[in-house]
């Protein structure tokens, strides 16, 4: 079984987040679940665009799954030990970019 899996860069103006996800992600709903983009996204406090890179690998052999969550903690494990470990163990099979429009949401201030 090779398990599908992306490296993810987002880019801002004066921040920076990468992770791991399962699957592809191909625009900003597949970003929105994971801690380091939402971790991203509230250090920011003005309108700007963020570019995201996506490179896109396969670990192991044989039928292509898309990992589950744990095993994206596992393969995050990994490479958090081993730095070569994508360049080592996985095949990045795609590279690809795109670019989100970030506003940021209005709140208001309650009285109570």
């Known amino acids: 079984m090779a398990l599908l899996f992306s490296a993810v860069t987002v880019s801002a103006e004066n921040a920076e987040a990468e992770f ?3 699957g592809i992600p191909e625009s900003v ?6 801690t380091a983009f939402s971790d991203l ?3 920011l406090d003005r309108e700007q665009d963020l570019s995201v890179h996506v490179e896109t690998y396969l670990y192991g ?3 292509t799954v898309r990992a589950t969550p744990e095993e994206v903690a596992y393969l995050t494990m990994r490479s958090e030990r081993d730095p070569a470990f ?3 163990h996985c095949d990045n099979i ?3 970019d795109f670019t989100v429009q970030f506003e940021p949401e209005e709140t208001e201030d309650l009285a109570l």
């Open 61 to 63: 052999e044989g039928e």
């Open 20 to 22: 791991l996800t399962f």
């Open 94 to 96: 795609a590279d690809s």
């Open 86 to 88: 994508l360049s080592r």
């Open 29 to 34: 709903e597949d970003l929105e679940d994971w």
């Open 41 to 43: 996204l509230d250090r």
